[in-house]
């Protein structure tokens, strides 16, 4: 028999593909299952699979090559897509693809399956990051091909094969969490106009139970990696963690967005991220401190290029490596600290430092100690405006 390599969730979609490629490819499966960060039982996870047929099962919990390899460059490119999605589903999809491949090659599979539906990205995400990786692997979709229409006949199919499905009332909201935030979607959420009930939260306090006393955090970054906290040094795994803490408390991190996705439809998804809200907006602040006007000018259109690239699943392409190269030169002079205010579902930036700022307050402030000579100006903004000028004249010259 063929091998497959299955990513695998314990759900009941990716338990009954088990049964499924078995009976209807004739392949022996080996899951693949990654703790990303969401709720996780490897040991149920374990004999849920091989109860449910899998001949092999690899657990491996990365979090932590998650956030440095995945979300901090993401960090560093300010990447979000439409301006408020900041891609914690998106950017676990390549990282899936990757392991899926090493263990294909180490199992000596020619074929990997997952359990992503027709209609949603990360099936293009994960495809496209096995293709990049070994054009040669094939891959499988069942729920693109198989002949079950609805969770019921899921439901009776693994009935039929015996595979230990906890039947219980279903939520009807569709939800995927991991580190670095939640997406949330379906249920009342595919009415545009219906208010998020809070209860599909899953990080966040409602603003308006948050404490009503203020918390203050102080970021330190190096080159553009967050490096410390509230004046102590900290790697990344605990800057994350503990800002979703302090950040989902106080209701920071929700966003409402119509979103167009890579398929040609609009959803409506609702996202979380408490760390990622705050970390990007201290980011941003900093680099708005450091970098030259034009650079950061530039690095605005990268990071929304940025942005698309991962969200379209292109992870792995040239574009992304040539733009990488540019962000890791722009990060070297982002350093420094910023400090930030959450309050009732707010992050607020109050103070900003670093010994690379171009910030001189000789020459920005209005007070006695100002050294900018004004004299400039006029010469200035002669030259500045000399082609409206003479566009002006041609159009007296026309008339």
Not at 251 to 267: M, P
Not at 279 to 289: D, I, N, Q, S, Y
Request: charged share 25%; proline share 4%; net charge negative.
């Amino acid at each position: 028999m063929k091998k497959v390599v299955l990513a695998y969730s314990g759900g009941l979609d990716t338990s009954v593909c088990i049964p499924w490629l078995k009976e209807k490819k004739q392949m022996e499966v080996v899951t693949v299952s990654l703790d990303l960060g969401q709720e996780f039982d490897a040991d149920a996870l374990r004999q849920k699979a091989l109860a449910s047929g899998a001949t092999s099962v690899y657990i491996e919990n990365l979090q932590q090559e998650f956030l440095e390899q995945y979300v901090l460059p993401a960090l560093r490119a300010n990447a979000a897509y439409e301006r408020k999605y900041l891609l914690a589903t998106a950017l676990s999809r390549p990282l899936i693809a990757k392991k899926l491949v090493e263990i294909a090659e180490k199992e000596g599979a020619s074929v990997v399956a997952h359990g992503c539906s027709g209609k949603g990205n990360d099936q293009v995400r994960i495809e496209l990051g096995i293709f990049s990786l070994n054009p040669e692997l094939r891959v499988i979709a069942p729920l693109r091909e198989w002949e079950l229409k609805s969770r019921q006949e899921e439901i009776a199919y693994a009935a039929k094969h015996n595979i230990p499905v906890a039947v219980s009332v279903e939520s009807p909201y569709s939800v995927d969490i991991n580190v670095w935030g939640a997406s949330i979607e379906c249920g009342v959420l595919e009415d545009p106009w219906r208010e998020p009930p809070e209860e599909i939260y899953q990080l966040t306090a409602s603003p308006q139970s948050a404490p009503d006393k203020p918390t203050y955090i102080e970021l330190n970054f190096k080159r553009g990696t967050p490096v410390g906290l509230n004046g102590r040094s900290c790697g990344m795994m605990e800057i994350v963690r503990k800002l979703n803490e302090e950040g989902g408390k106080n209701g920071v991190g929700r966003e409402d967005l119509i979103e167009n996705r890579l398929i040609g439809i609009k959803s409506r998804e609702i996202y979380e991220s408490p760390a990622g809200t705050i970390l990007h907006l201290a980011h941003r602040e900093l680099e708005a401190l450091t970098l030259d006007k034009e650079t950061l000018h530039f690095k605005e259109l990268i990071s929304t290029k940025y942005g698309e690239l991962i969200y379209y699943g292109l992870w792995h392409s040239s574009l992304r490596d040539a733009f990488d190269a540019f962000i890791e030169k722009t990060q070297e002079v982002v350093s420094g600290t910023i400090r930030v205010k959450l309050h009732k579902g707010k992050c607020e930036m109050i103070g900003r430092r670093s010994e690379y700022s171009l910030y001189n307050e000789n020459l920005a402030t209005y007070g006695i100690s100002d050294t900018f000579n004004r004299t400039w100006a006029e010469g200035f903004i002669e030259l500045w405006g000399l082609p409206l000028k003479l566009e002006a004249m041609r159009k007296k010259c026309l008339k």
